[in-house]
């Protein structure tokens, strides 16, 4: 087996960010991580060692990860560093590394051990080609948090150009082989401690100089070796690096014997998949539920080290399926804090039990000012409920119980007659609604799935039950479809103008809301429900959340629309080895890295989990040979063999249990595999819309635009002729007076819009003359065509006249949807004008299919992850170029969508420029949404 895809080498990836590799190149078992900076690095780097449940307060009492002590500390005093390559070995979970200062050369390896969870060691191979130099190794007590997004320096105490300082130093010493430090929180009872033991050639000198503990050694010419070894809150006592190596080796092979993915034929899913599993294990402790995993993991300050709901469905799965004890700890950390999810629901009101968006230590909502829509995020409460049954679904252990009938008796109590009212659903923008369809849907199947549970009155069941059959799940005018919300068909088209202010102004999401009950209850749902809102709802959802893409690769597995999987899932693998979405390094994307698991082994291992039976049922995508995998059921080992045109599964335990295969309750005796031929297929997707530009390819008012901005610019005595106007096309109104004006001062504000205004009436007046004669030839024939085949249309245009002009020439009776300088608020080449015609046909952009006749077009075809197509000599970039509309074909559009894909993303795009966006605000502008 090719064994590359168990590397992450720093020469693969594409980010030369420091901090994305610091955060890529971590190393962690569990109870705690360390960044990935290199080890003489200090202030000048993102470092961090982070324990899991270490946290403290920070300025306005906002609750905050306090990193340990760094165990990292080495260094060479011999002029600068060169660094050469660092390479993570997932496998062996070690990260080793070269560098050169001088005349030495070091090697470093380093490991958090998976067999003794305080245990982490380094190892150093120096080779001194001329001396004397002097070694160091240390452990270093003055620590900084990152500002991340939520600090500015200055703007709260302990804040600087350095980080946060929210520890101090307890205590600090170098002895004989020993180094220690002690830190203490400024503001609460948090303390951590390191101890090392430290081994080298020959005797060293031991001192504390600045916030370090220090060894160090004085090195002729030759080679020598250097070891340290640490334990948090312990010490070490007489293990030796090799010792807790091997200890760790086998820890982790045992892990990896059930947690491995297998893929053939695609080594960039392989490694994806093994990046997932590992940066998720590394994060998840085993402490009784004192703590669990934060939506970066532990691998960086964004958030602050909060528990969201990513945990619950997004990353307790994996664990579930493949350690369940990890799993059970979080279990063990919602169960923990049970009394203080009944203060917070009694405080408001409520029955039962509420737990905060956000979860630190103590259960509470932290800081308590926190409202609004956060208040409004409810769903947490599903979530929570979801991941008990789930865990329990496969292992049969009751841990949880207690939460969910507390959860069930908070939904119970939030029902007003048959309405759910002031939520916010998954989608996390449109807040304060009525029946949030995902929200009520769990609701109803929450009650459903405790009719036996222990704890639960008659009473209750009965109320339940009722409760069940009349909660209004919203749907639409007919019928036929769940919406997302109520009054959701009375929001505007998808329209950029609006949500440029406001996020939740028209009917997009942000990430998935609806859809998650298809990942959530995948088997309450048959193939053709889940298509039908896939269709509805998949072309509306921006995917500016790292969560959201794995959710759209595993239904469009599930569905088998292989085009639309393939895409997702390739955004997903990139989240942080690629650094796709550009906050990587503020580290890893948590809930991102379980949902490339679930897309793999839920969408195309086709693995589906319920209350009464688990269901097998693959799809290999395009490409892949074979895909292998483990999950534990009722502790029995099962593996999942999947080939071309069949699959096994096989028991690798001692007891039987029973899965479902093509329909079929089956049993699985142990060591005896059953294979089944697959039954789901992947098919190739064909062209579904055809998006134009309106001026130069359906219809020519170029020579109305050239004439009104000629009278203009002769009344300004600006010189202006035919050429000038050509560079104008696909350009706005305003960007077109800036260009004609070109090194010139621009007038005033007020003289500038009335001068737009003045050229647009001109124009209009030209508009309003216009006929059906209008139309350029070839142009009505060819949307017939495209209606006639099934494909949908739509006009992608900057101009505010665009709709006018359809009116005039009769065209908009062939087109399905328009999106035009009404509704966007960027022009081209910016993508947002064919991204907000797709949304507005309901399809996915790379299902389009562009047709532009300028550059800047052609451009905006591209960005948006279309197929381009130009029409005339005036558009260079097009993947195919004809010379007029008519030459343009239902079949010429088919082969140009078959045979060129665009490799740019509009969702990477929009969401960049989030966190462009993002980086420019203050954290206390969050605190705004007001107190519940």
Known sequence: MNTSPWLIRESDIPSGNPDVLSTLFCVGNGRMTTRGTFPEQRFEAYRGTYVSGLYTKSGYGLIYFMVAPDWLYAKVKSGPVTHGERLLDMRDGVLRQTSTADSVNITEERFASFANAAIMAQRFTVEVLAGPVEFELGLDGDVRNHRAKYYKPGQFPNSDEMGLKLSVIDSLSAESGKLHVAIRSRSTEARAAITAHVT??????????????????????????????????????????????????????????????????????QKAIRFAVWSTRIAAADDQGASSIGAKNLTGDWYRGAVFWDMEMYQLPMLAAIAPKLARNHILYRANRLQAAKTLAGQDGYEGARYPWQSYQTGLEEPPMIGGFLYLQQHVNLAVAWGILHYRYLTGDPTGSEVLVELARFWASRVRDGHIQGVC???????????????????????????????VTAAERKRWQELASTLVVPRNRDGTLMIPYAGWEAMPEPNDFLTASNPAADKRCKQADLLMLFQALPLEFDDATVAA???????????????????????????????????????SNGIDLGDVMGNTCDGIHGAGQGGIWLAVIHGCGGLRVGHDRVVIAPALPPGWLSLQYRFLYRGQPVRVQIGRNEFAVENEGTQTVTVELAGKATPLAPLSPVRTGLSSRWREQELQGVIFDLDGVLVSTDRFHYLAWKELADELGIPFDEERNHALRGVSREESLRRIYGDRPLPSPDVFTELCNRKNARYKESVARMTERDVLPGAVELLAALRKAGLRTAIASASKNCGAVLERTGLIRLVDAVSDGANISENKPNPQAFYVAAQRLRLLPWNCVGVEDAEAGIESIHRAGMAALGVGSTAPGADITVSSTRDVTVDLLRTLFREHRSPLDPYLERHLAKVAAERGAVYNQSLTHGKK
Not at 248 to 253: N, Q, Y
Not at 431 to 449: G, I, K, S
């Open 200 to 269: 080298g050639p020959h005797p060293a000198v031991y001192s504390c100089d600045g916030g370090r503990a220090l060894a160090t050694w004085k090195l002729e010419p030759g080679r020598y070796v250097f070891e340290k070894v640490c334990a948090l809150n312990g010490d070490p006592g007489g293990l030796t690096y090799d010792e807790a190596f091997r200890e760790h080796g086998s820890a982790i092979h045992a892990f990896w014997a059930v947690a491995d993915v297998e893929i053939e034929g695609d080594d960039t899913a």
């Open 425 to 455: 659903g998954p989608d996390e923008i449109h807040a304060n609604v009525t029946d949030n369809a995902y929200t009520n849907r769990m609701a109803v199947w929450l009650w459903q799935q405790l009719a036996e549970e222990p704890g």
């Open 533 to 571: 809102h896939w269709n509805a709802y998949a072309p509306l959802c921006d995917q500016t959340s790292s969560l959201s893409l794995s959710t759209h690769a595993l239904i469009a597995a599930r569905l088998g629309l292989g085009r639309d999987a393939q895409r997702f899932m390739n955004i």
